[in-house]
């Protein structure tokens, strides 16, 4: 059975657990100024799930020896990326001539303690590992659905999001989020969810990743966003999309191909990403394959990013 991201990150289970340590202060750059300077082109491993579940170090093989130098991980599971320690894994990128600048961790409303006021040990432990793996972004995918039906509830979580981006930076990383439909799809108090986590995330301590694919059915526009919220966008998803044959990853009837073989302007987006939108970090991902293999597409959507000069 095909299982979507979406429903793969609600139902995944993040077990973490222990205290933080304080490695050397991440140094703040502005991202507009960024934009102009070297940009990082990668792999969302979640395109090849079933390789990386299956052998993981063949298939960062297999990446490496396509020309990839970058990826970015969607399994971080008891202390572990991969079934691998953070020192572990580290050892394993550095042995390929591979980096892993970003990570996808959800944090949950279980991860702050209220009472107390801070983050549980177990989310420090998450900031400690992503820290020691070489991790400079540590990305949060998810949005509880309790938290999509109050605009009050809502802005309480996005503050604590603010919160995170302190500890983060403490750790010499930085804290970020990205989107799915969802996003697009509901309003509270007359602003698209979207809107809202723009507008009440600080741009200093909580970064967007913004995923091209993930909003197309629900109507969002890469372009018009990144020109209504310059700057904002220092990660980016790089997707092309089609219409599917059946619900379609986000459950809107589309899915993601092959780069430049779908319906979005993706080199339009991803250049005015780069002058406009303070974008450094290209990060592939490919969901759906039309018959080919994870390896196969992975390999085509690196050639299309080198063709566009990434």
């Known amino acids: ?10 139902n995944g289970s993040l ?8 490695p050397k202060y991440f140094s703040k750059v502005n991202s507009l100024n960024r934009a102009s300077g070297p940009h990082i082109m990668g792999l969302q491993l979640y395109s090849v799930r079933d390789d990386m579940k299956n052998d993981p170090a063949g298939t960062l093989q297999k990446l490496s020896a396509m020309g990839y130098k970058n990826v ?11 079934g691998y320690s953070p020192v572990e894994f580290k050892k394993l990128l550095e042995g390929l001539d591979l980096k892993m600048p970003s990570g996808h961790t959800v944090m949950s409303a279980d991860d ?17 590992d992503a820290a020691t793996v070489g991790q400079k972004y540590l990305i949060s995918p998810w949005l509880d659905e309790s938290l999509r039906k109050n605009y009050d509830d809502l802005v309480g979580f996005l503050e604590i999001f603010n919160k995170c981006g302190e500890l983060c930076r403490s ?3 930085k804290f970020g989020y990205h989107n799915h439909n969802f996003e697009f799809k509901y309003s509270l108090n007359g602003k698209k969810i979207y809107n809202i986590i723009l507008e009440k995330t600080d741009p200093k301590l909580v970064l967007q990743q913004m995923d091209i694919g993930n909003m197309y059915g629900a109507g969002g526009r890469p372009l018009e966003i990144i020109k209504k919220y310059p700057g904002r966008f220092e990660s980016m998803h790089v997707k092309d999309e089609i219409k599917s044959s059946g619900e379609g990853e986000m459950g809107d009837g589309y899915e993601s191909t092959v780069l430049g073989k779908g319906i979005l302007p993706v080199k339009e987006i991803i ?5 406009k939108g303070g974008t450094t970090e290209f ?27 990434y």
């Open 15 to 22: 077990s973490l657990a222990g205290t933080m340590i304080l």
């Open 72 to 82: 970015e991980h969607a399994n971080y599971i008891d202390r572990k990326f991969y």
């Open 271 to 275: 250049d005015l990403a780069k002058r």
């Open 171 to 173: 750790s010499g990383l």
């Open 112 to 128: 702050y303690d209220t009472t107390k006021k801070d983050f549980t040990d177990k989310w420090k432990q998450t900031i400690e």
């Open 1 to 10: 059975m095909k299982l979507s991201r979406r429903k793969f990150i609600k």
């Open 283 to 309: 990060i592939i991902e490919q969901e759906s394959y039309q018959g080919k293999t994870p390896i196969e597409c992975a390999k085509e959507d690196w050639k299309a990013m080198k063709n566009w000069g």
